[in-house]
């Protein structure tokens, strides 16, 4: 699920919107009876809608509008021992690190001050020490080594 919902957590904010729509279309249906058989003043029609455009608005623009929660395990240690197994260089593992967070060369070659090339390099000896071809690739294979998070 997206975002980290859950699929009851998804229906139940469905339901809940589904269920204010259909609240707010009944008070208007009412509202439009009431106005008909009594003679109240449009304004405060126009009012009361409004007020409750504006609770909704407000409730959904919160709901929406939630940080994201990220849980990331406590217990997590990288493998030092596979890292040095796999014959993974600092620099290199830097790279692996930044290409992890979604990086592209020429921004990792930026953060560590070195030429795009050098970057290449790296990533071509990771991809070859990782048994990868792509650097999503890469990156998944990394995490299930316990690498990188």
């Known amino acids: 699920m997206p975002d980290g919902l859950s699929a009851f957590g998804m229906w139940r904010t469905i339901l809940i919107y589904g269920i204010a729509m259909a609240a707010l279309f009944g008070l208007l249906k009412f509202v439009e009876y009431n106005y008909f058989?009594?003679?109240?003043?449009?304004?405060?029609?126009?009012?009361i809608i409004a007020i409750g455009f504006a609770v909704l608005g407000t409730w959904a623009g919160r709901k929406l509008a939630k940080p994201?929660?990220?849980k990331i395990s406590p217990d997590f240690e990288v493998d030092e021992k596979e890292i040095e197994r796999l014959g993974i260089s600092k620099r290199e593992y830097e790279v692996l690190e930044l290409i992890a967070a979604g990086l592209?060369?020429?921004?990792?070659?930026?953060k560590l001050f070195v030429s795009g090339s050098t970057v290449k390099t790296h990533t071509s000896n990771l991809f070859s020490k990782l048994d990868a071809r792509r650097r999503t690739q890469a990156v998944q294979i990394a995490k299930e080594l316990r690498l990188i998070r």
């Open 37 to 47: 058989v009594r003679n109240i003043p449009l304004e405060i029609y126009i009012g």
């Open 68 to 70: 994201k929660v990220i």
């Open 104 to 110: 592209s060369n020429q921004e990792i070659a930026e």
